[in-house]
């Protein structure tokens, strides 16, 4: 593994080479059943795959005898994601045999598409904070299914270089998945890590939109795979790929991009060589390392499935589908900084943060767009960045919204609510459950107010003296110790009110 002390500065990087960016983005389809079988899929909205190897059918471990049924519903989802990224939808596709050894894919061989994909040639326009607009072309969007998962038991990284043993869990085998392939990436220069984060963040929205995803990347519904070479400057010749490997969030992929134009700028420059491989992201220390020589597709030996139909939607399906497709991100954006009645720098702030899906799905839940931006870029945005997660891993919109108006109907202070959040977030149940729980409310009995005030005010005589001589901003001492008293559990601005109050009555 390359340490960070053995990479080039990043400017310096950018001065001798040019990157080159390629991104194959994979999307997990919320289908309710699997992309060629009837088991259910863990994917989907509510589903329970907590059991390992629970939902399964001879189908997904490869039994003899077992035949693939194409899932019509991921058909349909595949159509509209591809009419979404502007693609032309391929009057006729076919799947293929991708032969590679799979410990998680008890056929040995993966069906997914190759030389008939489902949709072609299409472009996502990517806008960056600095205003910059970059057109990604999209080469295809091609379906296939996902592979089981393997869990490494032993040595110290959880990965198998160490591990006394593997585990494997096919609930995930067969999952439906369209795998998004960008043309190649020129011209990005400094914006490159940005632009990859930005790319990623719009194809998450497009997901979301459709309803075909949940697009959480922590829990891979999401992933993305990053390719980076770098071209001396001006030579006009590409460089040599790697891939990175199963990058599972905006931060990340942002992250990933840096690390390797820092990492491969140093090794050139020193008069070395990249292999084309695959990289695996280590977030706990922002570096890659190497993972497998990268395979062409020769190596794959594709044939056509011979158990599978090809796949010919009408004329009338993709139209249906084209009728009922959302705005377009751009559109959406715009329409959704006027309705909130936000200022560039605020609208930017939420796109900045990549949680303007967050913070729409929180607005939908009930909370006001202003309370909803504060949340999830402030205090939840801080303690993510504390966790090295994203953001929206740790809280749903639905619970934002839920303290929100715990904070809006007076019954919890801002100071709580955090405390609240946390409990949330510690998985002590919904908002309300975790005021109950560790007694958070807002004091809210003047009669409770009134003795503590009283009890400060009784001890600091000369305070007294000085509110009714008319220096009110002496208050504040009082108001200090009677929220130390509540236990930080009163309404600041009513215990002000009540301290004057009494401090005035002869």
Same mark, same amino acid.
């Given at each position: 593994m390359t340490s960070t002390a053995d990479l080039m500065d990043f400017d310096k990087a950018?001065?001798?080479?040019?990157?080159?960016?390629?991104?194959?983005?994979?999307?997990?389809?919320?289908?309710?059943?699997? =992309?060629?079988?009837?088991?259910?899929?863990?994917?989907?909205?509510?589903?329970?795959?907590?059991?390992?190897?629970?939902m399964v059918t001879p189908v997904c471990l490869g039994l003899p005898g077992s035949l693939p049924v194409v899932n019509e519903q991921a058909i349909r989802f595949s159509i509209s994601l591809g009419l979404a990224l502007g693609c032309e939808i391929a009057p006729t596709s076919r799947f293929a045999r991708k032969n590679y050894f799979y410990p998680d894919l008890a056929k040995n061989y993966q069906i997914s598409q190759y030389d008939e994909p489902i949709a072609h040639d299409g472009l996502v326009e990517v806008e960056l904070a600095n205003g910059k607009t970059f057109r990604i072309e999209i080469e295809?969007?091609?379906?296939?299914?996902?592979?089981?998962?393997?869990?490494?038991?032993?040595?110290?990284?959880?990965?198998?270089?160490?591990?006394?043993?593997?585990?494997?869990?096919?609930?995930?085998?067969?999952?439906?998945?369209?795998?998004?392939?960008?043309k190649m990436i020129t011209g990005a220069e400094h914006d490159a890590p940005e632009l990859a984060k930005a790319y990623v963040s719009a194809i998450r929205d497009i997901v979301v939109a459709l309803g075909i995803s949940e697009a959480r990347m922590e829990r891979g519904n999401l992933r993305c795979d990053a390719n980076i070479s770098l071209s001396p400057r001006g030579s006009g010749e590409l460089g040599t790929r790697t891939e990175t490997k199963n990058v599972n969030s905006l931060r990340s992929v942002e992250r990933a991009i840096r690390y390797e134009?820092?990492?491969?700028?140093?090794?050139?420059?020193?008069?070395?060589?990249?292999?084309?491989?695959?990289?695996?992201?280590?977030?706990?220390?922002?570096?890659?390392?190497?993972?497998?020589?990268?395979?062409?597709?020769?190596?794959?030996?594709?044939?056509?499935?011979?158990?599978?139909?090809?796949?010919?939607?009408?004329?009338?399906?993709?139209?249906?589908?084209?009728?009922?497709?959302?705005?377009?991100?751009?559109?959406?954006?715009?329409?959704?900084?006027?309705?909130?009645?936000?200022?560039?720098?605020?609208?930017?702030?939420?796109?900045?943060?990549?949680?303007?899906?967050?913070?729409?799905?929180?607005?939908?839940?009930?909370?006001?767009?202003?309370?909803?931006?504060?949340?999830?870029?402030?205090?939840?945005?801080?303690?993510?960045?504390?966790?090295?997660?994203?953001?929206?891993?740790?809280?749903?919109?639905?619970?934002?919204?839920? !303290?929100?108006?715990l904070v809006e109907s007076g019954e919890l202070t801002d100071r709580l609510a955090r405390q609240v959040l946390e409990g949330v977030i510690a998985g002590e149940g919904s908002p309300s459950e975790v005021v109950e729980k560790r007694g958070l409310k807002v004091v809210s009995d003047d009669g409770a107010l009134i003795a503590a005030i009283d009890e400060a005010l009784a001890s600091q005589p000369d305070v007294l003296e000085k509110i009714r001589d008319g220096k009110v901003q002496a208050a504040g001492a009082v108001i200090g110790a009677? =929220?130390?008293? =509540?236990?930080?559990?009163?309404?600041?601005?009513?215990?002000?009110? !009540?301290?004057?109050?009494?401090?005035?009555t002869p």
């Open positions: 950018l001065e001798l080479f040019e990157p080159v960016l390629g991104f194959e983005v994979h999307v997990e389809l919320n289908t309710k059943t699997k =992309m060629f079988s009837p088991a259910p899929n863990p994917a989907a909205p509510g589903a329970d795959a907590s059991e390992p190897n629970t295809r969007a091609h379906m296939e299914e996902d592979a089981g998962k393997l869990t490494h038991v032993g040595g110290a990284t959880g990965r198998i270089q160490g591990a006394d043993y593997s585990l494997v869990d096919y609930n995930r085998a067969g999952v439906p998945l369209v795998e998004i392939v960008t134009i820092q990492r491969q700028a140093a090794i050139l420059a020193a008069g070395g060589a990249i292999i084309q491989e695959t990289r695996h992201w280590h977030e706990d220390s922002g570096t890659t390392s190497a993972g497998r020589p990268k395979s062409d597709a020769d190596d794959y030996r594709y044939f056509p499935e011979p158990d599978l139909l090809p796949v010919e939607p009408s004329r009338a399906l993709i139209e249906e589908l084209r009728s009922a497709l959302p705005e377009p991100p751009a559109v959406r954006r715009r329409r959704l900084k006027e309705s909130w009645g936000f200022t560039d720098l605020e609208f930017q702030d939420v796109l900045n943060s990549g949680l303007l899906v967050e913070v729409e799905s929180t607005v939908a839940a009930g909370a006001s767009p202003a309370q909803a931006r504060k949340w999830w870029t402030g205090e939840i945005a801080r303690l993510a960045n504390v966790a090295a997660v994203d953001p929206s891993s740790l809280v749903s919109p639905a619970d934002v919204a839920a !303290l929100v108006a009677v =929220m130390k008293a =509540m236990h930080g559990q009163a309404d600041a601005a009513r215990v002000r009110e !009540l301290v004057l109050e009494r401090a005035t």
